[in-house]
């Protein structure tokens, strides 16, 4: 391909790293189940209250809240082939990436970020959270899942062949993000729950709730 052809195509289609995954991607869902449902029982969105849930790769999310919840849910996700593997159970998805959130300031009480800011750049984390923060209404509540430090032989054992199973899948290598707590208050998203799961995913299921004012923002 001719190289203006090529950097037309980048422009176009930007790259998908997670797109490879998509197929089988429906297969990790028992694994994370347990961290799902931990983050959905404590934020127990309400049917009148709409949820946006990010990376929501292929539906594993709003499958659960269509399920336990049936709260109008929005999703956002960078992957195209992610978007055309997935089942959304009727939720709204939009093509986008979570450091540019295409929704306007306080227009959700619910924000979902399930296994998904562990891959993002830490540039990157932190846009999203400071997106969050701007989307979500004062009082409204973000539940994130994120890989959690293994503690037994076994756990390291098994982290290491999902590190290098996603490097396989040609995935960079994710990191354990040690500093979302502080990332998260300092964008005005106070932790009111922070717990471990184990069985499946090893996890730490973290739930905040927006301050009245943001920083940066009037509340
Ligand atoms: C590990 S998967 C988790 C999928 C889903 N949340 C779940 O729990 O099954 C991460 C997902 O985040 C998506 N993703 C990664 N970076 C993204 C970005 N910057 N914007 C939107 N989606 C992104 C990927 O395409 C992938 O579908």
């Known amino acids: 391909m001719p190289a203006t052809d090529a950097a037309t195509a980048r422009r176009v289609s930007p790259p998908d790293p997670w797109g490879a995954a998509a197929a089988r991607y429906r ?3 028992p694994l994370e189940r347990r961290s799902l449902r931990a983050m959905l029982a404590v934020l127990a969105p309400r049917s009148s209250e709409t ?3 990010l990376g929501s790769g292929v539906g594993h999310v709003p499958r659960l809240l269509a399920r336990d919840a049936a709260a109008p849910t929005l999703v956002v996700e960078r992957s195209h082939r992610m978007l055309a593997a997935g089942d959304f159970a009727g939720a709204v998805p939009l093509r986008a990436d979570v450091t540019r959130l295409p929704l306007d300031d306080g227009s959700v009480d619910v924000v979902t ?3 998904v800011l562990h891959v993002l750049p830490p540039a990157d984390r932190e846009q999203a959270v400071a997106e969050v923060a701007r989307v979500l209404r004062p009082g409204g509540r973000l539940g994130a899942v994120v890989p959690a ?3 037994t032989g076994a756990q390291v054992l098994a982290r290491r062949l999902a590190r290098a199973g996603a490097r396989a899948g040609g995935l960079a290598a994710f990191a354990v993000p040690h500093d979302l707590p502080a990332l998260l208050t300092d964008h005005g998203l106070q932790v009111r729950h922070h717990r471990r799961t184990g069985r499946g995913y090893l996890a730490d299921v973290v739930v905040c709730t927006r301050a009245a004012s943001a ?5």
């Open 215 to 219: 920083p940066g923002r009037p509340g």
């Open 27 to 29: 297969w990790q869902e």
């Open 113 to 115: 970020a399930a296994w």
């Open 149 to 151: 430090v293994p503690r």
């Open 51 to 53: 949820v946006l849930d």
